[in-house]
């Protein structure tokens, strides 16, 4: 008979906090009450004005999917908990249920002369939830709780992506001051480079 999972009440519970975030994404996205629409030409240019919102929304939607997929694999990687383990896992679970805020704010603002807060905001999010993955990796190694050696070696492998992220969106935050829509694109290209390599090591794992 296979033993419990120790940590099945908290994959559920952080599992329902991924799954909230993802919901709360889409409420902003509408076209405004106010927009005068007597045309089919006036609706395209409604929905052409909701277009950053839809990027936003498309790019958080990714962040949060990749972050949840990588944290349904890093829980496997330990067969216990700890207290410290516990609280890290909340730390990002923190960062992940403010995405919506930036995101409707980058949406919003993505195209004025006012983006530079929303992305200076955004990719300091981003920062921070590199610092619960840190705090996560770190609590697993030293209240030693992997599985094995091989999930020891994932556990630092995941922490030391952990500081390049911070280091990463930290200056992605900085540069935002004064570039803010290239800040945006280059995020984004992160993001799809971090879901082509989950995808690549997946593939590696299975084979």
Known sequence: MPEPNPNARLEAFCDGVFAIALTLLIIDIKIPSTAAISSTADFWQALKHIAPSIFSFVLSFAVILITWVNHHNGLKLVNKSSA???YANGFLLLTVVFIPFPTSLMGEYLLTDHAAPAIILYDS???LQSIGWILIAGAAL????????KAIRETRKNGTYGYFAFVLYTL??????WFPLAIAVITT???IFWLAAGINIRHEQMN
């Open 172 to 177: 992605c935050a900085i540069l935002a001051f």
């Open 84 to 86: 410290s383990f516990i």
């Open 142 to 149: 030293k209240n030693h709780l992997g599985k094995s050696e």
């Open 189 to 191: 290209l992160t993001w």
């Open 125 to 127: 999010v981003l920062a």
